[in-house]
């Protein structure tokens, strides 16, 4: 098994391949600026990148790379739970349902103090963490280094995904974009082999966009919802 816990030194983002499909990763720790976004101030969903650096720049910020960060509905509300600045804009959804987010088990991306998690969603509803920002998906692709129970190692459904796992001691998150249409299993196994996460969680598919100029990535496209971005001073 290869285990490579970052990318090239110095690089944030990086593209890397595994079992001959492409992927794009980008990398933050715990305790730097991870944010999650959804709307301006104006209180309109900011629907892509764009206007969130825009809003940054105006504050002698921006990002260094953004990503997509869970499902919506066609006006860019999230489906699930959804937490920024500590104030919970969503609740959690807890059962069973149609569609990707509703194969149990799903989970939340909790970004808290020093530390970053991927919790089973029940788990999270029966103890819920101190997240600064939280963003609810599914289903789970990795939890405690076991793959999702759902996935056939056989799949023909191949897909372009993106998602994101953190290393067993929530130091660091990786948060990746299949460029290659892949399976969940082995979207699962990159998280799990290539990079070493023990909990992953699956953000979108079709839809899944990338913010990333270190890469070239402009992140371009249809309104999207929720986004998580790592954010730096000018």
């Known amino acids: 098994m290869l285990v490579l816990a970052a990318g090239p030194a110095g690089a944030s983002c990086f593209d890397q391949v595994f079992e001959g499909a492409q992927f794009s990763v980008c990398t933050a720790d715990a305790g730097s600026d991870l944010r999650m976004f959804l709307n301006g101030a104006d209180g309109h969903p900011y629907g892509g990148f764009a206007p969130v650096e825009a809003a940054l720049q105006a504050q002698g910020q921006h990002l260094v790379f953004a990503m ?12 699930g739970l959804y937490i920024e600045n500590r104030v919970e804009r969503h609740r959690i959804v807890t059962r069973a349902g149609p569609g990707n987010f509703g194969l149990l088990p799903n989970g939340v991306f909790c970004i808290g103090v020093g530390l970053l998690a991927v919790v089973e969603s029940r788990t999270f509803a029966a103890a819920p963490p101190p997240c600064r920002y939280a963003s609810q998906s599914g289903p789970m692709l990795v939890m405690g280094g076991a793959l999702h129970p759902g996935f056939l190692a056989d799949s023909t459904s191949f897909k372009i995904r ?8 929530g130091g660091r998150a990786w948060f990746v974009l299949a460029e290659t249409p892949v399976s969940f299993d082995r979207f699962a196994r990159f998280f799990r082999d290539a990079l070493g996460a023990r909990d992953a969680l699956y953000f979108d598919g079709s839809i899944s966009r990338l913010y990333a100029p270190e890469l070239g990535r402009s992140g371009a496209g249809f309104a999207i919802g929720p986004m998580v971005g790592l954010v730096e001073r000018n």
């Open 68 to 79: 997509n960060a869970g499902m919506f509905h066609a006006d860019q509300s999230p489906v």
């Open 162 to 169: 993106n998602g994101v796992g953190v290393r067993a001691d």
